[in-house]
């Protein structure tokens, strides 16, 4: 047995070949980019309330809980876009 045996008998296409893959790999990158710059202003405006409220300023219970839920939601958006570019690169989708 030869280690000619072992290589496949094709090469399969690159999905980046495809410029429509492409495309949806740019725009999933794009909106990887707005969620994380949102994340940021969320994380940013939680840790003000936070801080505001231990300083006396009120209670921002319901406020903190909302942003908090919705840091969640953008890291689920974000693993989700994440698996469709990993999807298209491996050419499942």
Known sequence: MSGDDCKP??????????????????KCELEIEKLEAEKILVEAKAKDLIEREVGGEGT????????K?????????????????????????
């Open 9 to 26: 008998s094709f090469i399969p296409a690159n999905p980046l070949d495809d410029p429509e893959v492409r495309s949806g790999i740019a």
């Open 60 to 67: 921002f219970a319901g406020e903190i809980y909302r942003l």
């Open 69 to 93: 839920q919705r840091k969640m939601e953008i890291i689920t958006e974000v693993q989700t876009l994440k698996a469709r570019i990993n999807r298209a690169l491996l050419g499942i989708a």
